[in-house]
Nanobody, 114 residues
Framework: QVQLVESGGGLVQAGGSLRLSCAAS????????MGWFRQAPGKEREFVAR????????DYADSVKGRFSISGDNRKNTVDLQMNSLKPEDTAVYYC???????WGQGTQVTVSS
């Protein structure tokens, strides 16, 4: 099993920035990618960004391209999400995930006020 713990959520004004972090523990040798999803009230959980350890490739949802940046350290099994130019529609619970969402963190709330 892999355990994921997020940190860094909070309240920010529109246009501001936040940085989320996630640390994995347990069977970390089995991790081949890590990323972030989010779920806004009344909406389905959606993909935000992902980084794959092999080659360091990254993927982003269209809604966050150019504003969010994902980075990670496969030796430490950590992944960060730098969120800039935040919008009220970015308000959601953000979840860290590993291995194409096989493993999930408990989530951290991000609230962007207008």
């Amino acid at each position: 099993q892999v355990q994921l713990v997020e940190s860094g959520g909070g309240l920010v004004q529109a246009g501001g920035s936040l940085r989320l972090s996630c640390a994995a523990s347990g069977r970390t040798f089995s991790i081949y990618n890590m990323g972030w999803f989010r779920q806004a009230p009344g909406k389905e959980r959606e993909f935000v960004a992902r980084i794959t350890w092999s080659g360091g490739t990254t993927d982003y949802a269209d809604s966050v391209k150019g504003r969010f940046s994902i980075s990670g350290d496969n030796r430490k099994n950590t992944v960060d999400l730098q969120m800039n130019s935040l919008k009220p529609e970015d308000t959601a619970v953000y979840y860290c995930a590993a291995n194409v969402a096989r493993y999930w963190g408990q989530g951290t709330q991000v609230t962007v006020s207008s």
